[in-house]
Nanobody
Framework: VQLQASGGGLVEVGGSLSLSCAAS????????LGWYRQAPGKQRELVAI???????NIGGSVKGRFTVSRDNAKNTVSLQMKSLKPEDTALYYC??????????????WGQGTQVTVSS
């Protein structure tokens, strides 16, 4: 499975931005799709993930501001970000947790897309 992310860029404080990610190489819905992020000098952290049943796990620092959605049939996931803050500046990684043909779990990461919030 490969992940191709798009979106991101530069936005002012309080602004909005959207990220999209498309997964290829899977013939069935991927169990979990979502986003992590990593700021310079910090560890990678959860932003938001969503499973095929619609259950979500949202990072505490973005709750109420970010929304994750997905299309199970197309294996795409989107992240809508609003009320952006300078601390949201980071490299955002698309994430997939699925199972292969032998039902073994795998994790795949996208290439990362930069989000910069200017104050």
């Amino acid at each position: 499975v490969q992940l191709q992310a798009s979106g991101g860029g530069l936005v002012e404080v309080g602004g909005s931005l959207s990220l999209s990610c498309a997964a290829s190489g899977s013939t069935s819905p991927i169990d979990v799709l979502g986003w992590y992020r990593q700021a310079p000098g910090k560890q990678r952290e959860l932003v938001a993930i969503r499973d095929t049943g619609g259950n979500t796990n949202i990072g505490g620092s973005v709750k109420g501001r970010f929304t994750v959605s997905r299309d199970n049939a197309k294996n795409t996931v989107s992240l809508q970000m609003k009320s952006l803050k300078p601390e949201d500046t980071a490299l955002y990684y698309c994430y997939a947790l699925g199972r292969d043909y032998d039902l073994k779990p795998y994790v795949t990461w996208g290439q990362g897309t930069q989000v910069t919030v200017s104050s």
